[in-house]
RNA sequence: GGGCGGUUAGCUCAGUUGGUAGAGCACCGGCUUUACACGCCGGCUGUCACAGGUUCGAGCCCUGUACCGCCCACCA
């Protein structure tokens, strides 16, 4: 293709992905040995919400180290995913469609979701919800590929997965049978955090805190003498501050430090809850800080994650009163019902607090405990931290419901271990990991209660009574994976059987999102699948992350490789930074601060958008700024023109024999080494640094010393020189930019090869020295003339003339070293500076410019 | 309360094993120069967060402090 007249960026993002896609340009050939194979496990976006900035920036990361490794020699596994699992598919399902999923629905293959939502929901089978969610989330996932083609990411597009399609689901499930089978997952009835508005449990890593104002209520417990009957005893109170009065229906016990001098005489006592009038033991524990509150804490079931501690080592019982909806269930008091020494006034009482809400059945209590007398001065109003699911709006509870775990507690000394096996880029984060695995405190919940997502397979059988036996869950064969429970009848028993007594019921939980997401490596590499894949690509090379997701992601896949595979899941892991916007917070949708990625690539050209992530090195917080997508365009552009420049016309052809030409590519092999080994560190940033630097005096300084000899102003031999040196030293600064720059080094690459520049070999020293010789007097020259050039142009501009102006003679005085090398240079730097006469002296340092007479 | 990172020019950031503080942008000035005005040349700009210490010498090493960010914690 020959070099345009007028060579431009724009349109190159169309036409050259176009292109690629064409050639297969990225296309994974999968007869490469396992050693000449590099495999990424990339994280798939979510594709219900939109791709923002923050995820131009980490994917280009990801793509740069992969074009330097497919440029290296290496066969590249470049998968894209998408993540099309989870609560905010579901929820924008069911607005959009009107729908709300019933697992107890059975499929209905001629169900047709309605053009406009109805008012009142329909209901839909689980299966018939999941098709919904796939018809919707396809069309995101096109929006989502046309944006990463346009960014230029080297993925293999015919290896794509979703999070939700068939093998996703069949990879989770058959990794959670084996791990039910290794009885490393179990499930467990106990108190579990649980969204309200969700309904469905959540996991540690899940949680976040919020700042959220609450009140001190201080609360008198009545002392009771044990040697009377009934009665409170009239042996005083003890004060308790709590900053939710609500549960005291749910109190089963008071507990303080077992040093607390105040409390150690009512140890072993009990007091009276107010209003409720239930008996509850004081007891000791040292979890309780006297300096908080009055010293004495009441445990409800539960309160928080301190009560699920103290009911489980002191061994208490449950008054569960919060139901999964965030109201109070009701409860009936006396003979019957719960324990308490007053049913009628308890009765009474808690009846007017059933099915309130939380927070409004906190509202009157207060009024009722202020009634009764047993608030003690007015509530003392504080902001204090309270866990929210990080999607939820209202904060958690704690509920007791029967949830699958995984085992993770037991084992984290392994899971240390492994962290130890993975490259950390940066280093540090390996910290972060190790301090996330050090302070888990529960197995990992990996049961939801919701409907979009890799269904359990698992059924159980009914007792002839109806009652579930959750002790002998009946589970499939390997062979029928992926199935859903719901519709999916268990070997041995018939459809008509379901939910009929000496029958079976399907496990109603999905697997939360990370238990899905997880088994990512396994699935890429198409583990039971084909082993041939499998064993050419895992453990994988490099999965490339976000650093908040460190304690989710990353640790869970880390769980699952060790428990199937007993290795790492990757050998490599390479965690970005996050985009902050200018006020140094991180860009988020509720700033309104998020700039479409399109338009971005659009207004400063993919390029430009991909140097200004190029600079955001591994690990480290980058600005969001426009000014570096600028800048990163204008260093597009110059290589449009220097290699319009390099490569246009007829050129003579033969050795390099000149110090200019030799010294420049001996400079540019020291460049090549730098920038590899930088590379090879996964110090992408630093590397383009040093290239950017290098081709900017590449073009300033050499190529215009170099320019009119090229011209054929010194005659054909030393233009040839020129010539050669020219091209080459183009040659391998493409192939140095092209991860980075990946379309316009394309362009430019098509004007003088056939094949791709992201195919082609890596630069090396060897071949430019193949051309340059090794001459340390050749690079001082250019050393020496890049200064001498410095300070002549300095005293033109001091003359006010412009550099370009022809001058009668120049002397340049410098020392020793520089005069003698500069002699070897001599024909280039006169012409570069445009003298009739250059003198070059060794002596005290001096430029001399004589003008032209004007006129002449 | 614990852990990890950061603090360098107006802005965005580099600063290798300690050896006279750098780049780009912005700003100012000069250039129609036959690859490029999406260009070229030049100039200005610093108590390297603060306080101690080690050293002939500290942006870099050590101790402490402050502020910013992230992660974690048994937040009654």
């Given amino acids: 293709m020959p070099v345009p007249e007028k060579p431009a960026l724009e349109g190159l993002e169309d036409a050259l992905s176009a292109k690629w896609e064409r050639d297969g340009t990225y296309r994974f050939d999968r007869s490469k040995p396992r050693d000449q194979i590099y495999s990424i496990d990339t994280p798939p976006p979510t594709v219900s919400g939109s791709l923002h900035v923050g995820h131009v920036f980490s994917y280009t990361h990801t793509d740069i180290v992969a074009r330097f490794q497919r440029m290296r020699g290496k066969e590249v596994f470049y998968p894209m995913g998408w993540d099309d699992n989870g609560l905010p598919t579901e929820r924008r399902v069911q607005n959009y469609f009107g729908v709300r999923c019933d697992p107890s629905l059975p499929y209905d293959p001629s169900f047709v979701a309605p053009e406009k939502p109805e008012k009142q929901p329909i209901s839909v089978s689980r299966p018939n919800f999941i098709e919904l969610c796939v018809k919707l989330t396809v069309e995101d996932e096109k ?18 997965y979703a999070t939700i399609a068939p093998p996703a689901q069949r990879v989770s ?15 467990v009835e106990a108190p579990t955090l649980w969204d309200v508005d969700f309904r469905t449990a959540v996991a540690q890593a899940e949680l976040e805190d919020r700042e959220q104002p609450g009140a001190y209520h201080r609360i008198h417990f009545a002392k009771r003498d044990p040697s009377t009957s009934l009665g409170t005893g009239g042996s005083g109170f003890v004060a308790i ?8 229906p749910a109190c089963v016990a008071l507990v303080a430090h077992p040093d607390d001098a105040r409390y150690q005489p009512l140890f072993g006592t009990e007091v009276v809850t107010p209003i409720f009038g239930v008996r509850v033991p004081v007891l000791a524990h040292a979890l309780a800080d006297p300096e908080k509150g009055s010293g004495i804490a009441m445990i409800c079931t539960f309160g928080d994650t301190t009560d699920v501690v103290w009911w489980r080592e002191l061994k208490l019982p449950v008054r569960a009163i919060v139901q999964p909806n965030g109201t109070l269930g009701r409860v009936t008091w006396g003979a019957q019902g719960w324990e308490t020494i007053d049913a009628a006034r308890a009765q009474q009482a808690y009846d007017q607090l059933a099915g309130l809400s939380a927070k409004k059945a906190q509202a009157r209590i207060v009024e009722l405990l202020r009634e009764s007398g047993d608030l003690q001065g007015e509530p003392k109003p504080i902001t204090h931290n309270v866990k929210f699911y990080e999607k939820g709006d209202r904060p958690l509870e704690i509920i007791t419901s029967r949830q699958w775990f995984i085992k993770t507690i037991d084992h984290r000394d392994q899971f240390i271990q492994r962290g130890r096996e993975i490259a950390w880029h940066p280093e540090y984060m390996q910290a972060r990991y190790e301090n996330w695995v ?24 009914l007792r002839a009574d109806g009652t579930t036996d959750h002790s002998q869950p009946l589970v ?67 999965r490339p992350q976000a650093h908040d997701i460190i304690r989710t992601w990353l640790f869970s896949s880390v769980v699952r490789a060790h428990f199937e595979n007993q290795s790492v899941p990757w050998t490599h892991a390479a965690i970005s930074g996050w985009v902050l916007d200018p006020d140094r917070k991180k860009m988020s949708k509720s700033k309104g601060n998020v700039v479409t990625p399109l338009g971005l690539l ?13 600079r955001g090195g591994p690990g480290v917080d980058t600005a969001f700024d426009v000014g570096q997508m600028k800048i990163g365009r204008k260093l597009a552009m110059k290589v449009l023109n220097v290699s319009k420049f390099v490569l246009a016309g007829e050129q003579p052809a033969g050795a390099v024999t000149e110090a200019l030409d030799r010294g420049m590519l001996q400079n540019l092999a020291g460049l090549v080494d730098d920038a590899t080994a930088e590379l090879e560190d996964y110090e992408y940033a630093k590397a383009l640094a040093k290239v950017e630097s290098f081709f900017w005096d590449f073009c300033d300084n050499y190529v215009e010393a170099a320019k009119s000899r090229r011209y054929g102003d010194f005659g054909v031999e030393a233009a040839a020189s020129a010539s050669t040196a020219m ?17 316009v080094c394309e362009e430019v690459w098509s004007w003088s090869n056939t094949d791709s520049v992201h195919r082609s070999a890596w630069p090396t020293r060897a071949e430019l020295i193949a051309v340059s010789g ?39 005085v410098a020392g020793d070293d520089a005069a003698r090398s500069l002699a070897l240079v001599e024909r280039d730097l006169k012409a570069a500076c445009r003298a009739d006469g250059l003198v070059l002296k060794a002596g005290e340092p001096r430029v001399e410019i004589t003008l032209k007479p004007a006129g002449v």
């Fill in 727 to 743: 091209r080459l030293a183009l040659s391998v600064l493409l192939r140095l930019l092209a991860p980075y720059l990946s379309f």
């Fill in 602 to 614: 659009q207004e400063y050209g993919s390029d430009g958008v991909r140097y200004w992530a190029a």
């Fill in 143 to 160: 929006v989502f590929e046309h944006l990463w083609r346009y960014l230029g990411l080297s993925v293999d597009w015919s290896m794509t």
């Fill in 438 to 461: 050090n302070g888990l405190n529960g197995d990992w919940c990996v049961s939801r209660q919701r409907f979009f997502g890799v269904p359990f397979p698992v059924w159980y059988p």
């Fill in 774 to 812: 090794t001459d340390h007097a050749a690079q001082r020259s250019v050393f020496h003339l890049t200064e001498a050039l410095n300070a002549i142009r300095k005293a033109k501009t001091d003359q006010k003339v412009s550099v370009g102006t022809p001058v009668k003679e120049v002397i340049y």
């Fill in 173 to 187: 499930q058959m990794m959670f049978l084996r791990l039910l089978q290794k009885k490393l997952a179990y499930q």
């Fill in 476 to 542: 499939p064969a390997e062979s029928r994976l992926p199935l859903d429970p719901s519709t999916d009848v268990p070997d041995g028993y018939r459809a008509d059987q379901r939910g009929k007594p000496g029958g079976f019921i399907a496990d109603p939980d999905v697997m939360d999102t990370w238990a899905t997401s997880s088994v990512s490596p396994q699935l890429v590499s198409q583990w039971e699948t084909d082993a041939d894949i499998f064993a050419r690509t895992f453990p994988m090379d490099l």
């Fill in 241 to 248: 501050e709590t900053t939710r009065p609500e549960l005291i």
